[in-house]
């Protein structure tokens, strides 16, 4: 037990040293996180809800009625991949502009760190209970063939193409993908996480200093890449097909960038 105490004074005494040396150390730090909304490059607010004014990539005129998303394990991790946790989850709402800037203090070194979060709730931890997300019918129910967990993001609103003139309704709903039996398909696929990550480099930490990050949401890409989306086939009762929420998942890979220019 001596050896253990003396083995543990020894390297507490380096480690302080060398801390010291290159003034190394933890300091309390505000992080701030915005949370910005586009239409490509024209900024989107509650003020823009409810009028068909955007242009999707496949030429259908579109109104934003709904748009809030789930973001889990918000985090900064340095060069050594130590994290340091910001938030378990936020669900943004931009129609009631809640939780559109984030603020937390947080005992961190000096340094580089990445920015990274999942968009939605990857694994166990769509499995799990939220006694907020369920008030405000974030959830999906438990007993229905989509086996319950939650929403990534509920996006509502309304579209005319050339076709449908007068506005009719879409429901770009994000969630797990399940295949729903159907006699087309006796064999269901597979359950499949189709929440993703994301991941900005390049946040400085300096001494004695506020962090702000400005993260944006460019909503015309969840209609454009890769895949152009086509709101005359696939607007409403989006949640139970396989195949579109595939779809979102590989067109919300280009959604989110690091402002700069704020």
Request: proline letters at 4%; one cysteine or more; hydrophobic letters at 35%.
């Amino acid at each position: 037990m001596k050896k253990i105490i003396f083995y543990f004074l020894v390297s507490s005494f380096f480690i302080l040293g060398c801390s010291s040396d290159n003034d190394v150390k933890l300091q309390n730090t505000k992080i701030t996180i915005n949370f910005n909304h586009s239409w490509e490059d024209e900024k989107v607010t509650k003020d823009d809800f409810n009028d068909v004014k955007f242009t999707n990539k496949n030429g259908e005129k579109v109104s934003i009625e709904k748009y809030r998303y789930l973001l889990s394990n918000i985090r900064l991790v340095d060069a050594n991949n130590i994290e340091t946790k910001l938030s378990d989850y936020l669900l943004i709402n931009v129609g009631e502009e809640k939780n559109l800037s984030f603020s937390t203090e947080q005992l961190i070194l000096e340094g580089t760190y990445s920015l990274q979060f999942n968009f939605g709730f990857s694994g166990e931890d769509n499995e799990k209970d939220y006694n907020d997300l369920n008030s405000v019918n974030f959830n999906v129910p438990s007993d229905s063939p989509l086996n319950g967990g939650y929403h990534y993001m509920q996006f509502d609103g309304k579209y005319t193409s050339s076709s449908t003139t007068t506005p009719a309704p879409f429901n770009y709903h994000a969630v797990k993908a399940e295949d729903i039996k159907n006699p087309a398909q006796p064999t269901p696929r597979e359950p499949r996480d189709t929440s993703f990550g994301v991941t900005f480099s390049d946040i400085l930490v300096n001494e004695g200093g506020e962090v702000i990050i400005n993260v944006n949401s460019n909503i015309a890409e969840w209609f454009e890449n890769p895949h152009t989306w086509d709101l005359n086939k696939l607007n409403t009762v989006l949640m139970p097909d396989y195949d579109a929420q595939i779809l979102m998942n590989e067109n919300g890979q280009s959604v989110f960038s690091l402002q700069t220019d704020m």
